[in-house]
């Protein structure tokens, strides 16, 4: 008798994303992102070829995406020269871009972990393939302090002043495009920027929008989770300040992972402004 493979609980939905492959599609995906970039770049200045660069600020480094991408896509004479854009697409896909890693891509599952993985995306009008570069960052921390970085929290994996640095590190550890980071400023005198991450689909949105709005009376520089998960949601979120998660009825309230209290629902976001008062 053979060996019969069993279904895993909760199996990979493929595809993860279902919108066209088009610049407007994948920004669908990312809809609400505070971090999510978008521009539209003319080869040779010339507004009548128009190329869309779509990237994930944060998880690209901004050097590369200069050096690498924008200055010979805009600059570069041999593409200025080029007689049509499905030219100057063959170009770019064979080097006429500085980047190491160059992928056609035909899938929007394809070009969305590319971004999520600090690839740009660069989108033709009229082409059912996208051109991604590799231009990612590295990561941001190490066993030694950083040299150029204030850091928080200690020297290890943790958050700096930077809020798309500490952004980018939840990306990296929770490389979900599902993952929605929505930004708000407080404070009457600061103007500090607070970012909201949340996983769309998991999370109940009716507590997020709650969220979104009790933390608009806030003037602290600081990370607010909210999960959708109490078993898995406090460690996928250990790089937020605080956080809580939701449940059936009753949800969890943790500081930086670690579990702190469980309350009934209707008291989550009550006893979660009250834990940020103390921080």
């Not at 924008?70 to 100057?88: F, G, I, M, S």
């Not at 850091?151 to 495009?177: H, Q, Y």
Request: hydrophobic share 40%; proline share 7%.
């Amino acid at each position: 008798m053979g060996h019969q493979q069993i279904p895993p609980p909760h199996p990979r939905r493929e595809p993860r994303v279902t919108v066209p492959l088009t610049a407007d599609g994948i920004a669908q995906v990312f809809e609400g992102c505070a971090d999510f970039g978008r521009r539209t770049l003319y080869l040779g200045d010339d507004p009548q070829r128009a190329v869309e660069m779509l990237y994930i600020v944060g998880q690209v480094r901004n050097e590369r995406a200069s050096d690498y991408v924008l200055r010979p896509l805009t600059q570069c004479k041999d593409l200025a020269e080029v007689a049509t854009l499905d030219e100057a697409y063959d170009r770019m896909a064979k080097g006429c871009l500085y980047s190491l890693a160059v992928e056609e891509r035909t899938t929007a599952d394809q070009v969305v972990f590319d971004l999520v993985n600090g690839w740009v995306a660069l989108f033709f009008p009229g082409k059912d393939k996208v051109l991604t570069l590799m231009t990612a960052t590295e990561e941001k921390r190490s066993i030694s302090p950083p040299d150029n970085e204030p850091d928080v929290k200690g020297s290890m994996d943790c958050f700096v002043e930077s809020i798309r640095t500490n952004t980018s590190l939840v990306r990296r550890r929770l490389r979900a495009p599902e993952l929605r980071i929505w930004e708000t400023f407080v404070g009457r005198q600061s103007v500090t920027p607070v970012d909201v991450l949340y996983i769309k689909g998991i999370t109940d949105p009716k507590l997020a929008r709650q969220v979104e709005e009790r933390l608009k009376g806030v003037d602290k520089p600081i990370t607010v989770a909210v999960m959708g998960c109490v078993v898995n949601g406090p460690g996928e979120a250990r790089h937020a300040d605080v956080g809580i998660a939701g449940g059936k009825g009753e949800g969890v309230l943790f500081l930086h992972g670690e579990i702190v209290d469980k309350v009934p629902e209707d008291q989550l976001i009550p006893r979660l402004m009250a834990l940020i008062d103390t921080l």
